[in-house]
């Protein structure tokens, strides 16, 4: 537990697998504790393997100790971990039972209830939900540091300075990332301390404060290269959030081919360990990589393939304040598509509208013919491995949930993969899809 609080994941890791093959846990509720452990070090070093057999698991030894305060530490790991993997709906109906359970026990205002809280706040953001966010940062914010778990901060600080900015308030949003860092230094929390830097720089360059962004850029240089920034079997989440940092900031001083190489190596990473947010994230920088080198057509493939993903699953924040400094981009993506119906066009409106009126915009007018959706061509790498995967179980007539169980994933992942697949055969239907790859010798 110590190496749990101080964020050393990979030794928190070890120690769990350790004990709970060496010795005998015998106690229902330690047992539990070790299987609610591993799910939080192992989703801070992406890997979701293990994640409902563990989550099975330490509920029935719950049960077993017939406790319920533990349920609330349980689901305040268990919401992070999908929301990462792109299940909002699952990381929401974790937390807000983990809050029901705390004001029970507790009382609403307690640093118990604040738990779950501050992480249901993140959640309501990512659906652009802000009074709800709002509302529960007002209460739990204030009681955060009594709680002192890494998680909870970032996301409290974090998020409440979104809402700031998206509220026109940068001065007091650069206020409260300060106050985070000062913070962070304090307790030695560095993955607090990374995430506070990371939006600092963020917000640099959504203000245009591009001397500031261009030294923090070169400070960056001197600590790393590009090939150091790309995931490697060790890589924990601090590192996809330096890299992303690095390839903003990169963006701003022209250094354009190594930061599609680092985002390109992350989305592929990110997509075979089942990380749909940091897929997402690390789409929507690349379709800005690709527009400022002037490739167009590789800069929409992109953007479609984050708000696919997006769409698909209820993200909208993570699209939305990604693309805050470039609307341009989402603009060309609305007026360059071809199918009046297609859903993901009223989507990418739905976000355009929300960054043109929190950035005081017009939206412009759309150009969307009613010509029907082509593919001009379908080239080898289009499909990744994964993708292949479940459309070759799909044409074998496996159903979302068996193709999920096979794969040792979840249903929701298997959905969104599905929606790529479509997207990027322009087909809306399975059958089409499997007949489209067969065609195309993309599967058997």
């Known amino acids: 537990m110590f190496a749990l609080f101080r964020d050393d994941m990979p030794h928190a890791e070890r120690l769990c697998q350790e004990m709970l093959q060496d010795f005998p846990v015998t106690d229902p509720y330690l047992r539990g504790n070790l299987y609610t452990c591993l799910i939080y070090a192992q989703r801070e070093m992406f890997n979701f393997n293990s994640v409902n057999t563990f989550d099975a698991q330490s509920l029935q030894l719950y049960e077993e100790a017939n406790s319920r305060f533990v349920l609330i530490w349980h689901y305040s790991i268990l919401g992070p971990t999908e929301l990462e993997r792109g299940n909002l709906d ?18 609403e205002l307690s640093p118990l209830a604040a738990m779950p809280g501050i992480l249901l706040a993140e959640i309501f953001y990512e659906r652009n939900q802000l009074e709800k966010a709002d509302d529960l940062l007002n209460l739990y914010l204030p009681i955060a540091d009594q709680i002192g778990f890494v998680d909870q901060l970032i996301a409290g600080y974090i998020y409440r300075a979104r809402l ?12 409260l990332l300060k106050e985070a860092k000062t913070l962070a230094v304090k307790r030695d929390f560095r993955r607090f301390e990374i995430h506070a830097e990371a939006e600092n720089a963020r917000q640099m360059i959504l203000t245009r404060d591009y001397k500031m962004a261009r030294h923090l850029f070169r400070e960056m240089l001197k600590q790393t290269n590009p090939d150091s920034l790309y995931p490697g ?22 250094h354009l081919n190594d930061a599609a190489a680092v985002s390109r190596k992350w989305i592929r990473f990110a997509k075979n360990r089942n990380a749909l947010r940091t897929a997402m994230q690390f789409n929507v920088l690349l379709a800005h990589i690709l527009q400022q080198s002037g490739d167009a057509r590789k800069s929409m493939r992109a953007l479609r393939e984050a708000l696919v993903a997006a ?33 993901i066009l009223n989507y990418a409106n739905q976000l355009l509208k929300i960054i043109a009126d929190e950035c005081g915009q017009d939206i412009p007018a759309s150009s969307v013919s009613v010509d029907s959706f082509v593919v001009e061509d379908l080239p080898v790498e289009l499909l990744s491995e994964r993708e292949r995967e479940i459309l070759q179980l799909v044409a ?24 790529l697949i479509y997207d990027k055969l322009g087909t809306r239907r399975r059958a089409q899809a499997v007949q489209r790859a067969r065609d195309n010798g993309f599967i058997r």
Not at 98 to 107: M, N
Not at 314 to 328: A, H, L, P, Q
Not at 396 to 419: D, M, P
């Open 311 to 343: 769409m698909s699953t209820g993200f909208v924040r993570t699209i939305t304040d990604e693309m805050k400094n470039n609307i341009s981009l989402l603009t060309q993506f609305v007026q360059g598509q071809h199918l009046a119906d297609d859903p």
């Open 233 to 254: 079997t060790r890589v924990i989440s601090s590192d996809a959030i330096k890299a992303l940092t690095w390839c903003r900031l990169a963006i701003v001083e022209g």
């Open 90 to 107: 699952q990381a929401e109906a974790s937390l807000t039972l983990a809050r029901a359970i705390a004001s029970e026990i507790s009382g």
């Open 164 to 175: 700031l900015v998206a509220r026109g308030a940068d001065t007091e949003a650069k206020k």
């Open 396 to 419: 074998g007539g496996l159903l979302n949930k068996e193709i999920a169980e096979s794969l040792c994933t979840t249903e929701g992942s298997v959905k969104w993969y599905l929606q």
